[in-house]
Structure formats: structure tokens, C-alpha cells
């Protein structure tokens, strides 16, 4: 009796396998294999996508840092005019004129310095 019920247990084993859809050995290792690939994929992919992201935001960084400096040496620059002119104002005429032409020369070059630098970065 212990063999055939061993052998029904068996029997049953195999039928409920089937019936519910269970795979092969072979059948789960391809299916396993396909999912490490997928999953590389999908990881390489996410890999290459941080990466691009990451050179974007490092360019969009140094661009706003560009803009940043040149704004304060602009800043600083303007300053520095105003209080040249505030000086002049304390020298007579001819000498007043010239202070203010150096003055706005100045400017000037100081405005050409800090584009040139910023159209460098």
C-alpha cells in the first residue's frame, strides 16, 4: 500500500505542477536570466541618464557662477565710478573734467575686463 500511495502522492505532485502552470528548471532559469538582463539594462540606462544629468547640472552651475562674478565685479566697478566722481567733485574745473573722463575710462575698462572674463568661463 506504501508504494502506490507513494506513487499517487507523486502523480498528484506532477498534476498540480501542470495545472498550475508551474515551469521547468529550464524553463525559470531563462526566465531568470531574462530578468538579470533587463534589470542590467534598465540600471545602465539609469546610469548613463544620472550621468547626463549631472554634466548638465555642472554646466548650468558654472554658467550661473559666470554670471555671478561678473555681475559683482560689475557691481564693484560701478561702485568704485561713483565714488571717483564724488572726489572730482572736489577739484576745480579743468581738473574736475579730466578726473571724470579717467573716472569713465575706468569704468569703461573695468566693464570690457569683466565681459571678456565672463565670455571666457
Given at each position: 500500500m506504501k508504494p502506490?500511495?507513494?506513487?499517487l502522492t507523486a502523480m498528484f505532485a506532477v498534476v498540480t505542477a501542470v495545472a498550475c502552470g508551474s515551469e521547468t528548471r529550464q524553463e525559470t532559469a531563462q526566465d531568470v536570466s531574462a530578468a538579470r538582463t533587463e534589470a542590467a539594462q534598465e540600471l545602465g540606462e539609469a546610469r548613463r541618464g544620472a550621468a547626463e544629468e549631472t554634466m548638465e547640472a555642472r554646466d548650468d552651475a558654472a554658467e550661473v557662477a559666470s554670471k555671478g562674478a561678473y555681475d559683482v565685479a560689475i557691481a564693484k566697478t560701478e561702485?568704485?565710478?561713483k565714488i571717483a566722481i564724488e572726489r572730482c567733485e572736489a577739484l576745480m574745473a579743468d581738473a574736475q573734467d579730466r578726473c571724470k573722463e579717467a573716472a569713465q575710462a575706468q569704468l569703461e575698462s573695468a566693464k570690457q575686463a569683466a565681459e571678456t572674463l565672463r565670455d571666457r568661463m
Open positions: 502506490t500511495r507513494t506513487l561702485g568704485e565710478y
